[in-house]
């Protein structure tokens, strides 16, 4: 029999949530930013929508996977919060408060949330 899964937190899948709109609203402004104006390289721009989409719909299969009990999502979550961190520092070193203060705060909080499914530490 296997043992009870843990199932992830409310406010870490909160969290995640509010990356997988992020994701979703940069790849609607880039949409938009590439129709309305002439973007200097066309492939960079199309690349970087299609980068946002593939990782909003990645952690929205994770974050649904992990909401349902199952493991396969706590890995992509926690990689793609990890690689928020050095985009953190970045936009802080380049004074970009507003967003890398947010953005590390948001990828500390889920980094700690889905580590403690692996704990069984859910509720």
């Known amino acids: 029999m296997r043992p009870p899964v843990s199932i992830l937190p409310r406010w870490t899948a909160a969290l995640l949530g509010v990356e997988i709109l992020a994701l979703l609203v940069l790849a ?7 129709l309305t104006g002439s973007p ?5 721009a199309i690349f970087e929508i299609a980068l946002f ?6 952690l929205l299969f994770a ?3 992990m909401r349902e009990g ?6 992509p979550s926690i990689v793609a919060n ?3 961190l050095p985009v953190a520092y970045s936009q802080g070193q380049a004074g970009n ?3 890398a203060i947010p953005l590390a705060l948001i990828a500390l909080a889920v980094i700690y949330g889905v580590s403690r499914t692996l704990r069984g530490e859910s509720k």
């Open 28 to 34: 609607l402004s880039f949409t938009y930013f590439l």
């Open 40 to 44: 200097r390289h066309l492939a960079a």
């Open 53 to 58: 989409l593939a990782g909003a719909v990645g």
């Open 63 to 65: 974050t649904k996977g």
């Open 70 to 75: 199952r493991h396969f999502g706590r890995s």
């Open 82 to 84: 990890i690689i928020a």
């Open 97 to 99: 408060y507003w967003i």
